[in-house]
Each structure stands twice: as structure tokens, then as C-alpha cells.
């Protein structure tokens, strides 16, 4: 019987990390196809504001969005099992609520600021908004249907927002003209697509909407609080990294040109996101295996067992990060002859170590899940604040010494000094706890 279980189980898991891997291949394909298209349409300078302005929405998805994300992630597991699934859902909605009207808030006072200084960035700033308030629904139920394991929903979405942001993004080129305001709206116009298909699939799910919201109150104020105060160092790194990722695009128009940026861009997206995605893959569908694992956080053998998964986690990160640093020191002349238009092609030497970088990054990222395992994740905030603030430093250092160049190997550093850094804080909480509880 106990075989027959294990067996049903591992059949299952494997078919979620089928599912997982479609969606993100999909959502990898979606990206490259984009870089493609987009580059044939756009020239480098039009293509660097489009990168400048989508630098601001990462910034937002990273430190509003993120959160609620790995809240969501933690949390819902527990409140399924006590039969609260429905009041943590509320809860997570509500917190998005008001992150969606901040959002609102300020831009309302950026597009003042604008119209007295340059009034000509507003089409940028305007889609730049658009994007940012549906990805903060679009991400938040992400999240939610990623805790439920509702692996083919996320899977397909994964796959859709790539594909309908470029698809939206070329047709209103297409029609309007070649500049980045115009593609920032058809991003904004995919995304919006999305979101409503999003939004019909989580209606549709009973497990979300388990228990009237009036009679479960209490309980939602619980996990709000439980979510907010889980969730608020997210925020504080979450700042430190959008400022590194942006960084360089803004020290390279700073102390170069438009043009650089779109030409960083473009190697961005071929190097840069494929093996993020990739990872990103692995970690989406251990996290919930390994917070299971870990139960509430509050035993010491079951969050040592979880820690254990953790570090396969990140070996195998590694070892890919590896594999396609050298795949991609062997083959960039052809990887950017199929993946962007002749204008680009300059810089395919750099494509090795821009892989190298965002292996090394993703690599950090799951050795963050290390910290996750336990209900209080301030033990990630000094490396994860520390390293990104000290890449964002190395980022301006490498634009104004040496280009683009400098900002490559910048994000090389960076890469590895946030992995060490925050695999080496997890394994002193882990001795920690150790010590704590043995004493």
C-alpha cells in the first residue's frame, strides 16, 4: 500500500513538473520569438525606452508583487489543511487591493511631475502604469494557483503573457509606428487579455471560494497579518534587486546612449531570461514540495528535512548554469543570428557571461528558499539587500569605466556574491536552530 502511495505520488509530481516545464518553455519560447520580432521592427534606440520603461515594471513587480506572491506560496498549503483555504485567498486579495491603489497614487504624481518637465515620455509612462497595475492581479493569482498546484492553469498563462505582450506589441506597431510608447501599449494590452483568462479560471475554482468571507473574518485578519509580516522583507530586497536589474539599463543611458541600451537589451533577453525561466522552472515546482516538507516552520527535524531538499535545489541550479555557460561560449555567433535582427549582432561575444550571470542570480534565487523554510524570512534581508545594493554600485562602476561591457561583468559579480551570500546566511540559520533546540 505504501508503495502503491509513493508510486501515485512520484506519478504525480512528475506530471506537474511536465506541466511547470511546458509553461515556462512556452513562456521562454514566447520571450525569444519577441526579441526576434521586436528587434526586426524596432531600431536600438526605439527598443531602449521600451527596456527602460519595462525596467520600472519589474522594479514594481519585484518589490510589491513578489511578496504577495511568496506569501500566497508559504501559506496556502497550511490554510487548506486547517480548512482555511478561502479566508487566506480574501486575505492575499485584500493585501492586493491596496498595493493596486498606492500603485495608482503614485502615478498619479508621476504623470504630474512629467507634464511639467517633459511631457513627451507620457505615452511611455502612461503604459508603463498599465502594465504595472494588471500585473499586480495577473502575478497575485499567479501565486495562488502555484500554491493550490494547479499546475496546467499556471502553465498555460505562463505561456500566454509572452506570447500575447510581443503579439499585441507587433500588431500595434504594425499599424501606429516604431516607437516604444507604442509597444509598451500593446505589452499592456496582452497582459490585459491575460488577466480576464486568469480571472474566469479562478472564479471557476471552488477550492478558492470554500467559505462565505463574512462568516470566516477573523480568520482573514489572521492570515493577512500572518502574510503581511511573512512578506515585508520581501519588499525590502525586493527593492535592492529592481534597483540592481535597473541600474543598468539607466547607468548605460546615463553614461551612454539610447542605442546601448537597446543593444544590452537585446542580449539581456537572449542570456539572460532563457536560464532564469529555466531555474526558475526547478524552483516553481520544489517550493511547494519543500514548504510541505517543512510544515509550519516550527520543527526543527522537518525544516532540516525541507533544508536538505533545498540544497539539491540549488546544486542542480548550478550544474545548469554551468551547461549552458558552456553551450553558449560555444554557439553566441548563431544563438544571436537566429535570435535578433543584424543590428545586434555586435555584442554576441558578451552572451557566455550574461548566462554565467543570470545562472549565478537564479542560483541565489533558489538558495532563498533555504531562508522560506522557516515562518520568518528576515535572515535573507542583509545578503539580499547588501549584494544587490552592492550590484547596483558595480552596475554604474562597469557603465561609466567601461560600457557595456562593465555593466556584463557587473552582473557576472553580482551574481555570484548574492548566491554565496544567501546560501551562506541559510546554512548559519540552519546551525542556528540547531543549536537552539539541542541546547
Known sequence: MKDATGQSRAVRLGGELVWVSIGQGLAALGGLAGVRFLTEVLPPQAYGQLALGMSVVAAVQMSALQPLFEGSLRFFRTAADSGQAGALVAAVLRLTTRVALFEAAIALVAFALLAAINPQLLGVAVGVVAVSLISTWTVTIS?????????????????LTQWMRFGAAIVLIWLIGPYGSVAIAGYAIG??????????????????????????RDEIRIWESKVRAYAWPFVTWGLAISAQIASARWALQFFGTSETVGLYSALHQAGYYPLVLFIG????????????????????????????????????????TALATGIAALSHALVFATLVGPEYRSVSELLPWVVLGSGLFASGQAASVLGMVSADTRSLMLPRVGSALF?????GFGAWKYGLTGVVWAGVAYGAISCAWVAGAAARERHRVEFVHGA
Open 143 to 159: 501565486g495562488l494557483q502555484n500554491a493550490a498546484r494547479h499546475r496546467i492553469v499556471v502553465a498555460w498563462h505562463d505561456g
Open 191 to 216: 497582459s490585459a487579455l491575460v488577466l480576464a483568462s486568469q480571472i474566469a479560471f479562478l472564479r471557476s475554482s471552488g477550492e478558492f471560494l470554500q467559505s462565505s468571507p463574512v462568516a470566516q
Open 391 to 395: 550590484g547596483a554600485c558595480l552596475n
Open 281 to 320: 522552472v526547478l524552483t516553481q515546482f520544489s517550493a511547494p514540495v519543500i514548504f510541505r516538507r517543512a510544515g509550519p516552520g516550527s520543527d526543527p527535524t522537518q525544516t532540516n528535512d525541507a533544508r536538505q531538499l533545498g540544497w539539491i535545489l540549488i546544486g542542480t541550479a548550478l550544474a545548469f
